[in-house]
């Protein structure tokens, strides 16, 4: 049924999915940065930057997460793009331009 409601405002089922994937990878991300520092011993989420958490033996599970939700944000971006009509062109105030003067 949701498909069918895409469908009739025109967006394909890859525009809706990558303007999910903005939806879910911010809360996925603060999921895991939670629980990783729930089960980290020392770190306190008063006193320690998140990014700390990429400093240990267990980095790789921070640095996986900022890069997954990068990611996530990224497709979001193409996915905005893709229902205004500006296939790969960055929405919003954040665009750049360079100019050939």
Not at 26 to 47: C, D, K, N
Not at 68 to 90: H, I, N, T, Y
Request: hydrophobic residues 35%.
């Amino acid at each position: 049924m949701q498909i069918e409601k895409n469908h009739a405002l025109g967006q394909s089922p890859v525009t809706t999915f990558l303007i999910t994937c903005g939806a879910i990878g911010p809360l996925l991300f603060i999921l895991v940065f939670l629980i990783e520092g729930a089960t980290r011993p020392g770190y306190s989420a008063w006193r320690n930057y998140v990014s700390s958490l990429s400093l240990s033996d267990q980095g790789w599970m921070q640095i996986a997460n900022f890069l997954v939700c990068g990611c996530s944000r990224s497709a979001s971006r193409l996915g905005s793009g893709r229902s205004s009509g500006r296939v790969g062109a960055p929405s919003g105030d954040h665009s750049c331009s360079v100019s050939s003067d």
